[in-house]
């Protein structure tokens, strides 16, 4: 008997351990593994924390990429955490092999209290039903209104006096907040009005103590405070008596005069969570991609004369009048201005998904890194748009240089290797 268990212990191991080798030679040996100097390698994952507080993080990740080819494995505390800016490995993680990754348990937890299941926060399909109630809610004729925007950009112009130097960025990420706030409740907090605004303060903190514990993966808890929750319940406390009010007046109360966001979700739903956790979702999404989209395009237009003037004579045609929508879509400088600003200054530079099952990734492995690499369930891969947009193998030689003309008449295919929506 004991010999017949010890037989079946050394077989079951054999087959475990041999296993383990063959995963252990693909992504081991052929993915590229960060040389460590310290042991557990906690100098690798200090040197990508420090480079996000640092604002070193750009610079980081292209001399990790030059070092060790577009994708390589950081190993710490015996975790592998896969890095990547190869177009064919992101591209399979967001469409190819769709279903074999998702932002997965570490990111969901991080983002838990603050966005609950909605859907910046979800996956399959929690994510399917989040995007089935959101559509319909971002047909053209539901956000092509754009007088209330000229009202927040005139009291913007009140904080730029002439000849004197501001900070756009703060500006810009109180304009973006006005506005947001207004789409989804009908009310704009009116940052803008006021220097010391409380809203701003709240969801600036919540933000900041969210995106740690996003950075620290499984160790999330770590960055969590009392004050988080606190400030979570002020978020609430501002959005209940407009879910309240909306959930009351019912279905059919919002008219195309008073659209706001939170009433129309009420066509669709009543139930207070679920409107919560996709408005949380879109004052995230609405904020700071748009204010930092638009300080780098005036960092870049007060840097380059020429363009400033080509952009100025289009939008000129208008001959003072506010733009319509089709006014908008037909500016072909200014919507080339636009994309190579995110093309240099993506608004989402980094981001991350996990493999929900054992997968593979297409590219990264063998001694060219063509090969596709073992990618164990649960693997972080973290992928960086921004040194994507800049690799002069994808862009041409001019890569690191802001002009906008390289997107008038191109006839070079963007896919995949341009994703500042992704
Ligand atoms: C310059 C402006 C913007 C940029 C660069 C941008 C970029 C992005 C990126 C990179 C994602 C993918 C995130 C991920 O899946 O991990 C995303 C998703 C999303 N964004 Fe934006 N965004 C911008 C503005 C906005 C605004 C103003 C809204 C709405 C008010 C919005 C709503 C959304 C929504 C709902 C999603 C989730 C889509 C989905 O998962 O299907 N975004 N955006």
Same mark, same amino acid.
């Given at each position: 008997?004991?010999?017949?268990?010890?037989?079946?212990?050394?077989?079951?191991?054999?087959?475990?351990?041999?296993?383990?080798?063959?995963?252990?030679?693909?992504?081991?040996?052929?993915?590229?593994?960060?040389?460590?100097?310290?042991?557990?390698?906690?100098?690798?994952?200090?040197?990508?924390?420090?480079?996000?507080?640092?604002?070193?993080?750009?610079?980081?990740?292209?001399?990790?990429?030059?070092?060790?080819?577009?994708?390589?494995?950081?190993?710490?505390?015996?975790?592998?955490?896969?890095?990547?800016?190869?177009?064919?490995?992101?591209?399979?993680?967001?469409?190819?092999?769709?279903?074999?990754?998702?932002?997965?348990?570490?990111?969901?937890?991080?983002?838990?209290?603050?966005?609950?299941?909605?859907?910046?926060?979800?996956?399959?399909?929690?994510?399917?039903?989040?995007?089935?109630?959101?559509?319909?809610?971002?047909?053209?004729?539901?956000?092509?209104?754009?007088?209330?925007?000229?009202?927040?950009?005139?009291? !913007? &112009?009140?904080?730029?006096? @002439?000849?004197?130097?501001?900070? $756009?960025?703060?500006? %810009?990420?109180? /304009? #973006?907040?006005?506005?947001?706030?207004?789409?989804?409740?009908?009310?704009?907090?009116?940052?803008?009005?006021?220097?010391?605004?409380?809203?701003?303060?709240?969801?600036?903190?919540?933000?900041?103590?969210?995106?740690?514990?996003?950075?620290?993966?499984?160790?999330?808890?770590?960055?969590?405070?009392?004050?988080?929750?606190?400030?979570?319940?002020?978020?609430?406390?501002?959005?209940?008596?407009?879910?309240?009010?909306?959930?009351?007046?019912?279905?059919?109360?919002?008219?195309?005069?008073?659209?706001?966001?939170?009433?129309?979700?009420?066509?669709?739903?009543?139930?207070?969570?679920?409107?919560?956790?996709?408005?949380?979702? !879109? &004052?995230?999404?609405?904020? @700071?991609?748009?204010?930092?989209? $638009?300080?780098?395009? %005036?960092?870049? /237009? #007060?840097?380059?004369?020429?363009?400033?003037?080509?952009?100025?004579?289009?939008?000129?045609?208008?001959?003072?009048?506010?733009?319509?929508?089709?006014?908008?879509?037909?500016?072909?400088?200014?919507?080339?201005?636009?994309?190579?600003?995110?093309?240099?200054?993506?608004?989402?530079?980094?981001?991350?998904?996990?493999?929900?099952?054992?997968?593979?990734?297409?590219?990264?492995?063998?001694?060219?890194?063509?090969?596709?690499?073992?990618?164990?369930?649960?693997?972080?891969?973290?992928?960086?748009?921004?040194?994507?947009?800049?690799?002069?193998?994808?862009?041409?030689?001019?890569?690191?240089?802001?002009?906008?003309?390289?997107? !008038?008449?191109?006839?070079?295919?963007?896919?995949?290797?341009?994703?500042?929506?992704?």
């Amino acid at each position: 008997m004991l010999i017949t268990i010890c037989a079946v212990l050394c077989l079951t191991w054999f087959i475990w351990f041999s296993r383990g080798l063959s995963r252990r030679k693909v992504t081991a040996l052929d993915l590229p593994r960060y040389r460590n100097r310290y042991p557990l390698g906690l100098d690798g994952l200090y040197r990508f924390y420090r480079s996000l507080y640092d604002d070193t993080f750009y610079e980081t990740m292209q001399s990790l990429y030059s070092e060790y080819g577009h994708t390589f494995n950081l190993r710490a505390l015996g975790i592998d955490f896969y890095f990547t800016d190869d177009p064919e490995n992101i591209k399979a993680m967001l469409a190819t092999q769709y279903d074999d990754f998702g932002k997965g348990p570490a990111f969901n937890a991080a983002f838990y209290p603050f966005l609950g299941d909605g859907i910046f926060n979800a996956d399959k399909i929690v994510w399917q039903s989040a995007r089935h109630l959101l559509r319909p809610l971002f047909a053209r004729e539901r956000i092509s209104h754009l007088d209330f925007f000229e009202r927040h950009f005139q009291l !913007l &112009l009140n904080h730029i006096p @002439d000849g004197e130097t501001v900070d $756009l960025l703060g500006l %810009f990420m109180r /304009l #973006a907040l006005d506005i947001i706030t207004e789409y989804l409740t009908g009310d704009s907090v009116g940052s803008l009005k006021n220097d010391e605004n409380e809203f701003a303060v709240v969801f600036d903190a919540v933000q900041l103590t969210t995106a740690r514990r996003a950075s620290l993966g499984r160790l999330y808890f770590l960055a969590s405070t009392v004050g988080y929750r606190k400030n979570l319940d002020k978020l609430e406390d501002f959005l209940k008596p407009y879910i309240e009010e909306s959930i009351k007046l019912g279905r059919g109360s919002n008219n195309d005069n008073s659209y706001h966001f939170t009433a129309a979700l009420c066509e669709y739903t009543t139930d207070h969570k679920v409107i919560r956790d996709q408005i949380m979702s !879109l &004052l995230l999404a609405g904020r @700071d991609t748009t204010a930092t989209a $638009l300080s780098w395009t %005036f960092y870049e /237009l #007060a840097r380059s004369q020429p363009i400033w003037t080509l952009l100025r004579n289009e939008v000129s045609k208008l001959r003072g009048q506010k733009p319509t929508f089709d006014n908008l879509k037909s500016m072909k400088y200014l919507q080339a201005v636009i994309s190579e600003t995110l093309r240099l200054y993506p608004s989402v530079p980094h981001n991350v998904r996990a493999s929900m099952k054992e997968t593979t990734l297409p590219r990264g492995g063998g001694p060219d890194g063509n090969e596709p690499v073992i990618c164990p369930k649960g693997t972080t891969i973290n992928f960086t748009i921004h040194t994507m947009h800049t690799r002069e193998d994808l862009w041409g030689p001019d890569a690191s240089i802001f002009r906008p003309e390289r997107w !008038l008449n191109s006839s070079t295919s963007t896919s995949w290797i341009y994703l500042p929506f992704k």
